[in-house]
């Protein structure tokens, strides 16, 4: 059964290669890679996925490709798309771990990067423009993408700011039942076998992390790793964005203040932390695949000779990685099943007007919120071809069938050569 979706499977690694640009890049090169081209999702589907990973911890990119794969085949489907999408950044930052100390750091600036961060804003106008013109439709999805727009700019690194926007702009299409009106339907079954194992290995992990911090096991330090990432993974709410700063307080910042208390503590050189934050920008990938590095340096110096702290850092390196990725998969594999049932519901139908225009509003915020960072309006020949990368990505796009691989090579040898 899974080899007639070996070209979904090729279609989704080759996205791992070249998703540069972070989420809302993302979701760009899905549309148009899973949607337009491919057809394995319609657009109002991808639009809904994103809508409803917006509402979970996690990793919503992945979550959303997760959920591709689990239209196209199911469970097993879902799992090797998810281990597919992560493979590749996961083990080029684990590799980081590895090499860090031995790369010049000035070169780590390399200037092949230059034009990403205006590919992806491209990419975002493209992705905007789209979902504006399947969401927006009459005169109330347009107040809540104004106000989802201003709101998210003004709040936009406030990790609370995307769920309860777009709980609200579900209620708010709700405040009128005459346009769709409920039909009687009977209770789904519901699986919770993924949701008690999400919160059995929550549970779990803390209370073995104590135990074996409190007793000092010798295998302590994979414990600890364990539960850290895997608690970071599933409270950690707005992406990558947000789990960065909260790896860099618990690796960087707190073992200063508990090392009296807590010798063995875990902990990441604040530079190197820094590093590894900037350069996993610049991978193609998920940026939870920072996991992947933090593990591997957490563990690095443990062990009595070389081959063990090596063995030790690989063992880090697959923790970061598994930890912090599967709290996203539990999660989104049980509420999706539930959210689609639900949907039957007109309570909910009519929600979904709301939050898709809601989405429209986040898409449009961090279009702009992206354009702030990038040099746009200097009269200088840097500033032209940065506006003439976004224009140019969207207009690909949106007007001819040249795949995103391409486009994501173009900007890479654009950099090279300028």
Request: a positive charge; proline letters at 5%.
């Amino acid at each position: 059964m899974l080899f007639r979706h070996i070209p979904f499977l090729k279609a989704v690694f080759i996205h791992s290669l070249t998703a540069f640009g972070g989420p809302q890049a993302h979701f760009g090169m899905m549309l148009k890679t899973f949607a337009r081209r491919r057809h394995y999702v319609t657009e109002q589907e991808l639009i809904e996925y994103n809508a409803f990973c917006q509402l979970l911890p996690g990793a919503s990119s992945t979550q959303t490709l997760t959920l591709i794969g689990y239209k196209r085949g199911g469970v097993i489907l879902a799992v090797l798309t998810l281990i597919i999408w992560i493979l590749p950044a996961s083990i080029l930052m684990g590799l980081l771990s590895f090499l860090l100390h031995y790369i010049d750091k000035r070169a780590l600036n390399i200037d092949v990067f230059k034009f990403i961060p205006p590919m992806a804003v491209g990419f975002l106008v493209y992705a905007t423009v789209l979902a504006f013109q399947i969401s927006i439709k009459n005169t109330i999805t347009w107040i809540i993408m104004i106000v989802g727009a201003i709101s998210t700019y003004l709040l936009f690194k406030q990790p609370w700011i995307f769920p309860l926007l777009i709980i609200l702009g579900g209620l708010t299409t709700n405040l009128s039942r005459k346009r769709i009106p409920q039909i009687e339907q009977k209770p789904k079954k519901i699986k919770w076998w993924n949701f008690w194992l999400f919160g059995i290995i929550f549970i779990a992990a803390g209370l073995f992390s104590e135990i074996a911090k409190n007793f000092e096991w010798t295998t302590r330090s994979p414990i600890n790793l364990f539960e850290n990432t895997y608690r970071m993974g599933s409270l950690v709410f707005g992406g990558g964005q947000v789990l960065m700063p909260m790896m860099y307080e618990q690796f960087s910042v707190r073992p200063n203040a508990i090392r009296k208390k807590d010798s063995a503590v875990l902990e990441i050189d604040k530079d190197d932390m820094y590093t590894g934050m900037g350069i996993v920008r610049a991978m193609p990938g998920p940026v939870f695949a920072i996991g992947s590095f933090a593990g591997g340096m957490a563990l690095k110096d443990y062990g009595k000779n070389p081959k063990e702290r090596v063995a030790m850092q690989i063992l880090g390196c697959l923790i970061g990685t598994i930890a912090i990725f599967l709290p996203s998969a539990l999660l989104v594999l049980f509420f999706f099943p539930i959210w689609h049932n639900l949907k039957k519901y007109a309570v909910i139908y009519r929600s979904l007007e709301g939050i898709n225009s809601v989405v429209v509003g986040i898409m449009v915020a961090a279009t702009f919120y992206l354009m702030k960072d990038i040099s746009l309006l200097d009269v200088k020949v840097g500033s032209l071809l940065n506006a003439t990368v976004i224009a140019a990505t969207f207009t690909l796009l949106q007007y001819t069938k040249i795949p995103p691989p391409l486009i994501v090579i173009g900007c890479l040898l654009l950099g090279y050569f300028f």
